[in-house]
């Protein structure tokens, strides 16, 4: 017998952007899509521009760039635009009961769009749809980042569609 139910849609896709603001603009494209429930995962090492996007993506949400700081010591901040948008970090974080004494996990799925930087410092709390974006550095071209996208469940795969039709600026 198979699954009862389909596995869910996956879509990926790869940009490369020149510029730290390039970065931002894609965030910004980004946070202007985002919709309630929506997850989006950063994961890349340090300097690699997850908070760029984060920032971008909180502006095109449509919040104040004041309201934008980082969760680094707070784990989880939320800030509200045309929808309430968390900012997560979990890099400080030792272990999932740390993570559920936040709170944090009564965001997932919930009425807001969840940003996660670090998202892969711990495993087990992303839900099984999610829009995950990998930054990396690339040899030799400091202000240049690869990005992959990788959308699972039908409004993440929209949203990698939506961000890979902007191209590579
Ligand atoms: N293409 C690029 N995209 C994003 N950041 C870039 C890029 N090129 C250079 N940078 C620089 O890299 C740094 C990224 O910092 P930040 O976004 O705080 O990273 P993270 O949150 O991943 O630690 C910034 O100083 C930014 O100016
Ligand atoms: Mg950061």
Redesign the pocket.
């Given at each position: 017998m198979g699954p009862l139910t389909a596995p869910p849609a996956r879509a990926v896709a790869h940009l490369t952007?020149?510029?730290?603001r390039?970065?931002w603009r894609l965030g910004e494209r980004l946070g202007a899509a985002l919709q309630p429930g929506d997850v989006v995962a950063?994961v890349?090492?340090?300097?690699?521009?997850?908070?760029?996007?984060v920032r971008g993506a909180c502006r095109g949400a449509g919040v104040a760039d004041a309201d934008v700081s980082s969760p680094t010591f707070a784990i989880v901040q939320a800030y509200r635009g045309r929808l309430p948008v968390q900012h997560a970090d979990l890099y400080r974080l030792a272990d999932l009961d740390e993570l559920y004494a936040t709170g944090f996990m009564d965001l997932v799925g919930g009425d807001g769009a969840l940003l996660v930087?670090w998202a892969d410092r711990l495993a087990g709390w992303a839900p099984a749809e999610a829009l995950v974006i990998r930054?990396e550095e690339v040899a030799g071209r400091?202000?240049?980042?690869r990005l992959t996208l990788e959308g699972t469940g039908d409004r993440h795969v929209a949203l990698v569609e939506h961000l890979a039709a902007s191209g590579t600026r």
């Open positions: 952007t020149r510029s730290a390039a970065t950063l890349g090492d340090l300097g690699a521009g997850k908070t760029q996007l930087e930054l400091p202000s240049a980042r």
